[in-house]
């Protein structure tokens, strides 16, 4: 098992940032490999579907799914710690909602990021971290 725990949700004001985390661990996780993994980050908007943001692998790179976040989020990773990051500027009021990170295990090649990312390309899931922009 894969344990994802995400933190950094906060309320921002309009224009503002923020850093989202998130850690991976459990029984099932070995440090060396975190990289053969593909994480995502997901955002669940009042009244809209979960709708994926943005991935990461190490065989593509990075995808962004959501053509309002490109030029003002970017994911990263910090291997150290086994920690993807989601750094959030110039933060507006659609990005309201609760975020969640993903992890599509590896198996015989290393997991990539999907094109046309759903629920069941993932196998496990973080809790989720509030983010409200508002002022």
């Known amino acids: 098992q894969v344990q994802l725990v995400e933190s950094g949700g906060d309320l921002v004001q309009p224009g503002g940032s923020l850093r989202l985390s998130c850690a991976a661990s459990?029984?099932?996780?070995?440090?060396?490999?975190?990289?053969?993994?593909?994480i995502a980050w997901f955002r669940q908007v009042p009244g809209k579907e979960r709708e994926a943001v943005q991935c990461i692998d190490s065989v593509e790179g990075t995808l962004t799914y959501t053509n309002s976040v490109k030029g003002r989020f970017t994911v990263s990773t910090d291997y150290a710690k086994s920690t993807v990051f989601l750094q959030m500027n110039d933060l507006k009021p659609e990005d309201t909602g609760v975020y969640y990170c993903a992890a599509r295990t590896p198996y015989v090649v290393r997991a990539q990021c999907p094109d046309h990312p759903k629920y069941s390309d993932f196998d496990y899931w973080g809790q989720g971290t509030q983010v409200t922009v508002s002022s």
């Open positions: 459990g029984s099932g996780f070995k440090a060396e490999y975190f990289n053969n993994y593909a």
